[in-house]
């Protein structure tokens, strides 16, 4: 396995539903990143970790919920989301903070219904 | 105004054309410039960086202006595999900042 993976690939859930997003990278990476992708909508940061610490929480609504267990798994937790969620949801990784060249996953496609 | 702004397009252009993208951005403070491109359907990949002096990888030169905070894009003898979305990037706020802010991209369509 090489670069970054995502899980699942799509998703559909109802806002009353708890899911998570999985991500991992197999580049010895130190820093992760969450990024949405709605349509007609440049990508949104919504989190980054670095050596597994949350530097940057770009306003995000509680109803998402990072998780960064260690250096090469990032989590999305998700809780009673809206339709307006729906989006593509992308993971990317880099060396470190410094280092701005960022690889990104497949990402996981997201309905809220 | 916009953090970063491109081109709207979409560009549909012939095989073997030359085409221009052009990018403003608003963080004056941004150090690191990128050119990622996204196929459809598909995750952003990193093409180039953009430096001070300009850069040429093959048929792709990158220009930076940082007076007038203007980014460009040039690809020479367009292939049907450069049909692509591509994105205009910048570090910021803060030149230490983890942060890349993208713009929304501009379609190219390269045509038989």
């Known amino acids: 396995e090489t670069g970054v993976t995502q899980t699942p690939r799509h998703l559909v859930m109802g806002m009353t539903n708890k899911k998570s997003l999985k991500c991992e990278q197999h580049?010895?990476?130190?820093?992760m990143y969450w990024y949405k992708q709605s349509a007609k909508k440049p990508l949104e940061l919504m989190f980054v970790?670095?050596?597994?610490?949350?530097?940057e929480n770009n306003s995000v609504p509680s109803r998402f919920s990072p998780e960064c267990p260690n250096s090469s798994h990032l989590f999305l937790h998700l809780h009673t989301l809206q339709p307006e969620d729906s989006a593509l949801y992308l993971c990317?990784?880099?060396?470190?903070?410094?280092?701005?060249?960022?690889?990104f996953g497949p990402g996981t496609r997201l309905t809220v219904t | 105004r916009k953090e970063v702004e491109q081109d709207p397009g979409p560009f549909n252009v012939p095989e073997g054309a030359t085409v221009a993208f052009n990018c403003t951005y608003s963080n004056s403070a941004s150090q690191s410039f990128f050119w990622y491109r996204q196929d459809c359907r598909k995750e952003p990949k990193l093409l180039m960086s953009?430096?001070?002096s300009g850069n040429e990888d093959g048929r792709f030169t990158a220009q930076l202006n940082r007076a007038s905070q203007y980014i460009s894009l040039l690809i020479r003898d367009s292939k049907l595999s450069d049909s692509a979305t591509y994105l205009c990037v910048v570090n910021g706020p803060g030149a230490g900042s983890y942060q890349l802010t993208f713009g929304k991209g501009t379609k190219l369509s390269v045509i038989p």
């Open positions: 990317a990784s880099s060396q470190d903070g410094s280092s701005y060249e960022q690889y």
């Open positions: 580049l010895g990476h130190n820093a």
């Open positions: 970790y670095s050596l597994e610490e949350r530097v």
């Open positions: 953009v430096y001070s």
